[in-house]
């Protein structure tokens, strides 16, 4: 009964000290050979993550994995205990609330398949951006018939855009395009509580303006705001998967020589129609980047 205690977890009850912080590493003669082994760390030059080649002795790389497994329950922990309240939040939708999950996916390459030499080398410059939502609602019985009464209705959203700034602006221009064109223009009443789930990127929904958004959604769309963080490292989920079908399908037609798309996905708009045309499953929006400013 007491596995959730903070100090169990870090090890720093008696009991559970010897399950926790003592490494059962029982290795004898390890030797003074030097091993390659490679690891996680921060680049000394681009100051980025990357995969760090290392060559030292085997007792450095047990100790190394000592200090990494000490940590582990802590962090498994705390995963585990917001996958379980993301599935209490989606379970337990009251009529009026909406679980949105939110996230970027990579930038698309425009490809073509018979694209010229200059096009080749100009990659960088024809790419758009996909953030997927999410969303999870009750049905409402005049839009979505009898028969869906009590149940949860759960649709993708993907915005495509030319901006490949991924931001708090992005994500606001998202909001607004949900509220007005999911919801005012399909004759859905807008909710009154969204709780969004998001990664923890300080610069899309940690900043300042994100942390405005929350505190002005009230004034700005009539609605209670409350966004949830995932732990770092264990945001991947249906949004990830989302973005990568979507990716694999605008892929797929744009290689097919001889399929009624080929070429022709040139832009965020291009996309947008396809996704409307051949992916009937789910919603697609355009977006474009709104500046900061008076509103």
């Not at 000290?17 to 030097?34: H, M, Q, T």
Request: proline share 3%; glycine share 8%.
């Amino acid at each position: 009964e007491d596995c959730h205690r903070i100090e169990c977890i870090k090890g720093e009850c008696a009991a559970c000290a010897d399950r926790v912080s003592k490494i059962p590493f029982l290795v004898e003669n390890l030797g003074e050979e030097e091993c390659h082994w490679e690891c996680y760390g921060k680049h000394a030059v681009t100051g980025k993550i990357a995969i760090l080649e290392k060559r030292t002795t085997p007792r450095e790389v047990i100790d190394y994995l000592g200090k990494l497994l000490a940590t582990f329950p802590v962090h498994q922990h705390t995963a585990r205990h917001q996958h379980e309240q993301m599935k209490l939040c989606h379970d337990g939708l009251e009529d009026g609330h909406i679980m949105m999950q939110l996230d970027f996916s990579e930038n698309h390459n425009l490809i073509n398949v018979k694209e010229p030499q200059a096009e080749y080398f100009n990659m960088g410059d024809r790419q758009a951006t996909i953030h997927v939502v999410v969303l999870h609602r009750k049905a409402h019985v005049p839009f979505d018939g009898q028969d869906k009464a009590g149940t949860t209705i759960t649709d993708f959203i993907f915005m495509a855009s030319d901006d490949k700034t991924h931001d708090a602006l992005f994500v606001r221009k998202v909001m607004d395009i949900i509220m007005l064109d999911y919801y005012d223009k399909r004759g859905l009443p807008r909710p009154k509580h969204v709780h969004q789930w998001t990664d923890g990127c300080a610069a899309q929904y940690k900043c300042v303006a994100a942390f405005e958004d929350i505190a002005e959604a009230m004034s700005r769309y009539g609605v209670r705001l409350t966004r949830n963080y995932h732990e770092t490292g264990h945001g991947k989920g249906t949004v990830d998967a989302g973005g990568g079908y979507l990716k694999r399908e605008l892929s797929s037609a744009q290689c097919r020589e001889l399929g009624a798309w080929c070429g022709k996905i040139k832009c965020a708009a291009d996309m947008v129609a396809f996704g409307k045309a051949e992916l009937t499953m789910a919603w697609f929006m355009g977006n474009k980047r709104r500046p900061l400013g008076p509103r």
